[in-house]
Structures are given as C-alpha cells and as structure tokens.
C-alpha cells in the first residue's frame, strides 16, 4: 500500500494535463513548499532527465535531486529523489475519462535505510502527506483556472 495516495479528475485533455503536470517548471505553483526547481540535464522530458528541487521546510530551505524513472508520454510518469537514507518515489498515471477530461492518479512510496530513518519514518510520512497530499487539487484548480480566465478574456 502506498504511503501517500491522492486521485482527482481534471475537466481538460490529458494531452494538455499530463504536459503541464510533467512539466517540473511548473512544481512551484502545484506545489506551494517547492520555491525553486532548475533542470540539470540536456534534451526532451524522458528516464533519466534530472531536476534540482528546492523546497521551505520550516522556514529552512533543502535541495534535492529530483530523476525521472520512468516516462510515457500521456500515460505515466515516476520520479524519485534519494537523499541521507531517505528515498521518495511518485508515481503519476493519466487517464481519458469519457467526458473529454482526465484522471489522474498519484501514489507516493517513503523507502528509509538505516535506523534512524526506519525510527522517523512515520513523522517523514506525515510531513510529506502535509506537504505533497492535495497538489493533485491544486494542479486541478490550476488547469481549470486558466479555462474560466481564457474564457472570461474571450468574451470581453
């Protein structure tokens, strides 16, 4: 079972959801802990591209590297990021719903190595649970946002 778990259904096309959502500029604004991110690696979204992310953590700031695992275009893709004991992967699955929206899916796994991790495990999973459970919500309030703004500057 997975540490963390969240789905939503978003009312535009998984071609423009997935793009946004795998679009790790945009983990700043999905995110609200996340104040920075920068690519490290050369060329196109695929396995292997990597990513610094930094984020406020009780008014701290922590970097971490942030690495594709896996990635298919408008279907799925798995990132993770591996520091002092501590490795986080998330999963992201997208799906057409009939409507011409998208579902997607997330699931997060916590893998700690060493006692002291194995000890703080569950206060590291309630933390990220604070920090990382509703971006699905937000990424929805982001994409259909922008319809509504589009919308509203169409008509005027």
Do not use: C, W
Not at 57 to 62: D, E, H, K, N, V
């Amino acid at each position: 079972m997975p540490d963390i778990q969240d789905s939503v259904i978003i009312s535009k096309p998984l071609e423009e959801v997935f793009s946004f959502a795998a679009n790790m500029d945009n983990s700043t604004k999905i995110m609200e802990n996340v104040v920075a991110i920068e690519k490290l690696t050369d060329g196109p979204l695929q396995v292997g591209t990597k990513f610094k992310e930094t984020r406020e953590i009780r008014g701290r700031q922590a970097s971490s590297i942030i690495e594709f695992i896996e990635f298919i275009p408008n279907e799925r893709y798995v990132v993770q990021s591996e520091a002092n004991g501590l490795k986080v992967i998330y999963y992201y699955d997208f799906k057409p719903t009939v409507d011409g929206g998208t579902k997607v899916n997330f699931e997060g796994d916590i893998h700690t190595s060493g006692f002291v991790m194995k000890l703080t495990k569950p206060i590291i999973r309630k933390i990220l649970k604070k920090e990382d459970g509703d971006h699905l919500s937000q990424l929805k309030k982001l994409l259909e946002g922008h319809a509504e703004e589009e919308e509203t500057t169409m008509k005027d």
